[in-house]
């Protein structure tokens, strides 16, 4: 992903204070600071988070993107992360993947498990096999070789969109575990891991058979298995083993029940999934999403849904601090869609298997429609932080468009925009 293009970086921040490297420019009609930065440095913009003096109080930091496909997005969330981890002690790295395809990622992290080639294949999507990722898996790696277990970072994956991937976990694990009883565990999820993926959501396709229902009758089964053995599970493994098995049952339901849910729902989900997994480890956590699930508002007005960021700002209050990207034009990965509303009109009715052309390089032009990111043109940085929670300009407290593209790109005119104001980047 060898991409060149003028971003910049919009920072929601809870105190607005003195950095170390800052300026002051015009936006709009109101001057503002901003907190530029190099793309290439090893600093970026590490400056801002030294000069913030409630920085040790922050528990969850969570890092968006404006599309899944951005080579220097990755690259600033990756440093990002490295440097929280080395100077304020974040323990926890979250994704937005399955939480079973991770736990093969946080036992290769954590004791060597696999090869790294091979655990990057759980990821659920191409989004995250990137060399960005891979190499942000060895240096975790790495930064665990000589640490204790309360000190080693851990790889979580707090998504729930996956099915399979859960419950293909638990078979693996008791594959090599010295549990009495783990035969009957197998019995119990035969029915999934006797199929592949494909075959599971075929199945599901199929309403007659109403495989639903017995997914949920296996989550149940699982879950009195677990019960069950918990003791013996505990004694041979660890309590802390024990929850990430429970995790994975925990997570299977919500995948299952995301079949019939709204939308929303998964926002609600990966909310509850990264408040446990920060409660129950106790220590800093780091959430790498989309921008669409890390802002803070963009309540649904019909059904009262909001974004995963709502939910954790509820929670945490100013101990969440969000991220967030935009950018005024181009190149980027993405699964590429038909461009236009008539065209895939044509292909839906008469080549509906071409469809989308798989994952290629896609751009998006400046344009006049940037509502947002035009008001930046004159600011000769072209990356750089804003600090928003004090403004009352209104380039940012009044709704503006900016370009929001996720793993698949549609190239509708209307369908790549989204509507930003101050609290939702």
């Known amino acids: 992903m060898n991409l060149k293009f003028f971003c910049y970086l919009l920072l929601i921040t809870l105190i607005c204070k003195k950095s170390y490297s ?40 969570g890092m968006g993107e404006a599309t899944h496909g951005t080579k220097e997005f ?58 960005e990722v891979k190499d942000l898996i060895l240096w975790i790696k790495d930064f665990n070789l000589d640490k204790s277990q309360n000190e080693k970072i851990i790889f979580y994956g707090f998504d729930m969109q996956n099915i399979y991937s859960p419950i293909q976990y638990l078979n693996t694990f008791f594959n090599h575990t010295k549990i009495e009883n783990s035969k009957k565990l197998h019995e119990i999820i035969k029915p999934i891991t006797q199929l592949s993926e494909l075959d599971v959501y075929k199945k599901l396709e199929n309403k007659i058979l109403h495989f639903s229902d017995t997914l949920f009758q296996i989550h149940d089964l699982i879950n009195d298995w677990l019960q069950n053995n918990k003791a013996e599970i505990q004694s041979i493994h660890s309590e802390r083993q024990f929850r990430l098995l429970q ?17 929303y ?70 699964v590429k869609g038909p461009n236009s509303i008539f065209g ?52 940012f407290t009044t709704s503006k468009q900016a370009y929001d593209i996720g793993a698949v790109f549609i190239n509708y005119k209307k369908k790549c925009w989204s509507n930003h104001s101050k609290r939702t980047i």
């Open 22 to 61: 800052q300026e002051i420019v015009k936006i709009g009609l109101l001057e503002e600071t901003i907190y530029p930065f190099e793309l290439n440095s090893p600093n970026l913009f590490f400056d801002f988070f030294k000069s913030k003096s409630n920085s040790n109080e922050i528990k969850i930091i």
């Open 74 to 131: 990755f690259n600033i969330k990756k440093e990002t992360f490295k440097f929280l981890a080395l100077h304020y002690n974040y323990r926890i790295f979250g994704i937005e993947a399955s939480f079973g395809g991770c736990s093969y990622i946080n036992d290769y992290v954590s004791s060597g498990t696999g090869n790294i080639d091979s655990v990057i294949l759980n990821f659920d999507f191409w989004t995250w096999r990137t060399e």
């Open 247 to 263: 995790f994975c049952s925990d997570n299977y339901y919500q995948a299952i029940k995301n079949l019939s849910a709204g939308y």
């Open 265 to 334: 729902y998964r926002d609600s989900c990966m909310a509850v999934n990264i408040t446990k997994i920060q409660q129950q480890e106790d220590a800093k956590m780091f959430i790498w999403a989309h921008n669409g699930h890390i802002n803070l508002s963009n309540l649904d007005k019909i059904s009262g849904s909001k974004p995963m960021g709502a939910y954790l700002k509820s929670n945490y209050r100013e101990k969440y601090y969000s991220i967030g990207f935009v950018f005024s034009k181009g190149n980027f990965q993405a």
């Open 344 to 395: 895939g009109l044509l292909k839906y009715i008469f080549a509906r298997k071409k469809l989308y052309k798989g994952l290629i390089e896609c751009s998006v032009p400046n344009s006049k429609r940037n509502t947002l990111t035009n008001n930046f043109k004159l600011i000769e940085h072209t990356a750089f932080l804003i600090d928003l929670i004090n403004t009352n300009n209104t380039v």
